[in-house]
Structures are given as structure tokens and as C-alpha cells.
């Protein structure tokens, strides 16, 4: 018997990780789908490791989240070559680019959209069918507390994520009742990854940072709700956060 497929959009070393090892040790062959080879390295040899002998298929697909193109054809390769996809993360976050509001430029405010909401409605689209048709599957949309409030040093940054919660409240409105769990999870915080920390640098303190091996786990215990008691969005944060509204 074949095991259930989670395709991971946007897998690098960070949470993209976490997400490949949690669910490859739960007994899923995981598809990791990113612009490069490279950047996916650290997740699959994460979801190898993690899942041992009983994971049978960790596979990179090329993709570019700013042309839905590659993401509607590399989700149609995973299905082909894995299986239908039970679990669909989009994992992907656009430029963190500061600026005021009106400095915001045309071109800036087209590729955030495309990033964020353009190619999140790509992938959803791509593996949505399959799901309603099976009455079952998973769709997660990675995003953050900016997608509840605007910003004057970061509008490009909140407009993306405003966008993609729209798109994920859409979808679970009208297909929720076809029995596919959407959820749109807002990390409150910055994850502990390496990045993070070199930023942090002599402020770096773990206790105040989200592991994203947990947050990992919060993915996975969402993932296996059951449909009388869904949530349809989460938000995730350390106990040490200062919540910022």
C-alpha cells in the first residue's frame, strides 16, 4: 500500500525542514518543491533522516512561486510520479522589504501579489479538485501576524499576507463542506533558525524565538483535527512573545 504524499511549497532549512521531518516520521512520502536543488537540501535530507526505512519517496520538483505555471506543473508531476497529494503546505513569504507606503513601487506591489496570493491560488487550485473528489486532504498556508494588520515600514510585506488569508477564508467557505481542511496559520513571532540568529546576535535568546520543529508538530496536530471540531486558522507563538495587538 502507498503511503499519503505531503508536498511541501517553499522547503528550505528553516520551517520548510521541520515540516518535511515531521510529516516523513508520520509515515508520509514528502515532495519538496522550491526554486533550486539547494535550497531544499536541508529538508530532504531532514525528511530522509526523520522518516527512515519506512519513508519510501523524498523527491525534489522545481518550481518558482512567481509564475503559477511551474507550480500547477510541478503539483501535477507529484501526483503523477508520487500519488495524490493528501497534504499541501505553501510555505513560501515574499520580500521583507521596508518602505513607506507611498514608496511602495508598481512593479514591488505586482511580484508580493504573485508571490503571496498569486501562486498560494496556484497550488490550492492544483491539488483542490482531487481532494473535494476524495473528500478529504489538507491545505496549509504558511503566514504571519501581518496579515492582520497593515504596516508603515512594511506595507508590501502585509499586503501579501492580507491577500493569502483572504484567498484561505475564501477556499474554506466553499469547500470546507466538501470535507478539505484549509488552514491559514499566522506565526506571531520569528522562528529560531539560523538567519534569525545571526540577526539576534548578543540579544539571541531561544526561549524568546519559535522552534520550528514545534511548530512543526502544531502543523501535524492541526493536520489531524476531526471534521466536527476544525480550525480553519491558527496562530503560533512562544510563551515569552509580546503580542502585537
Known sequence: MSQPVCAIIGAGEGLGRALAAKFACQRFDIALISRSGAGSAAAMEAAIEAGGA???????????????????????KVADEMGD???????????????EPLDMSYAALEDIY???????????KSVLPAMIKRSRGSVFFSSATAAYRGSRTHPLYAIGKFGVRALSQSLTKAYAKDGVHIVHV??????DVPIVRDAYGDR?????????????????????????????????????EVWTY
Open 186 to 191: 499566522r506565526l506571531d513571532c520569528d522562528l
Open 114 to 124: 504573485r508571490v503571496e496570493v498569486v501562486g498560494a491560488f496556484a497550488a490550492a
Open 54 to 76: 519506512v519513508t519510501a519517496n523524498v523527491r525534489y520538483f522545481s518550481a518558482d512561486a512567481a509564475r503559477p505555471e511551474t507550480i500547477e506543473s510541478a503539483l501535477a
Open 204 to 240: 539571541y535568546d531561544p526561549e524568546k524565538l519559535a522552534s520550528p520543529d514545534d511548530v512543526a508538530e502544531s502543523y501535524w496536530l492541526t493536520h489531524l483535527q476531526p471534521k466536527s471540531a476544525w480550525s480553519n486558522e491558527i496562530e503560533l507563538r512562544p510563551y515569552t
Open 85 to 99: 497529494i493528501d497534504v499541501l503546505i505553501y510555505n513560501v513569504r515574499g520580500e521583507f522589504t521596508a518602505c
